[in-house]
């Protein structure tokens, strides 16, 4: 059987969701310039402008002027030996600006890890960006031997899992905005849209929501909702953790745990306490 060697690479496939963006954008040229961004930080090697052109359905030599103006920027890095790209040292000076201005991810932190080490579950801390996508801004992981794949930085679509029951009972989004993005899902075991709107009303009574394996086989994931200035759904809290290991009544004092956290850094963020 033939096998792809270095020198033989698969062919990339277009990257649908950032191809997807650019080419609905008001501000492509922006667009494409942050579409490069992500795609060379989920590459774990330097990756060619042609490369680069197919995954984001973009014309080469467009391609090739993004890429000048970010090297310019020292956002990528370009070797003349390969003739390769990747992300350059210029993006940390971006990410510890917004660290820095980011408070929720020093105060989350500590409910994070002790959480995580009480109940050996993993523990994130997502930024909510509109019902399109979710991203992990704080991690928290116990010693167990269950450890989910997931680093800061990671994205998710916003809707699916316990986060995007959230989303969709406080967020204040239209129903049919709700609709289109649940229908675009993929789940392990996915609910009905019935039955997703039957626990969207459950979330909203309680105060949280809970996936119980329809995300992920075997994997129940609970989220609870952190609110900012002028009550903004902005993050939210998850736990995530084999589900015959959080069951009965250690399954409800994490989601005491929880919320009260949520509740917590809510009041923090909001200004309530100080």
Not at 35 to 61: N, Q, T, Y
Not at 123 to 149: D, K, M, P, W
Not at 179 to 204: I, K, M, N
Request: hydrophobic fraction near 40%.
């Amino acid at each position: 059987m033939k096998t792809n060697t270095p020198s033989n690479p698969p062919p990339p496939r277009i990257d649908r969701e950032l191809a997807r963006a650019v080419e609905n954008s008001k501000a492509p040229a922006i667009s494409r310039a942050a579409a490069v961004l992500r795609l060379l930080g989920k590459h774990d090697a330097p990756i060619g402008v042609h490369a680069i052109a197919r995954e984001l359905g973009l014309v080469p030599s467009t391609c090739l002027h993004v890429l000048r103006a970010l090297v310019a920027e020292e956002l990528v890095a370009f070797d003349d030996n390969t003739k390769r790209y990747s992300l350059d040292a210029g993006v940390l000076t971006l990410a510890r600006q917004w660290l820095r201005q980011n408070h929720f991810t020093e105060m989350a932190q500590p409910h994070l890890d002790r959480i995580a080490n009480n109940f050996g579950v993993t523990l994130l801390g997502v930024r909510i960006v509109g019902t399109e996508h979710i991203i992990a801004v704080a991690l928290s992981r116990s010693s167990s031997n269950f450890q989910i794949s997931t680093q800061i930085g990671s994205r998710f679509p916003a809707l699916v899992s316990a986060t995007g029951r959230c989303i969709a009972a406080f967020g204040g989004h239209a129903r049919e905005d709700l609709e289109a993005g649940f229908r675009s899902l993929r789940w392990d075991d996915a609910p009905s849209l019935e039955q997703w709107w039957e626990e969207v009303d459950r979330t909203r009574e309680l105060g949280f929501a809970v996936d119980s394996g329809n995300y992920m086989s075997g994997v129940t994931v609970m989220s609870a909702p952190v609110w900012g200035n002028g009550r903004r759904l902005n993050h939210a809290l998850v736990a995530i953790g084999i589900s015959s290991t959080i069951r009965d009544e250690k399954m409800e004092r994490l989601q005491d745990e929880v919320l009260a956290s949520a509740q917590a850094l809510s009041k923090q963020l909001s200004g309530e306490e100080i």
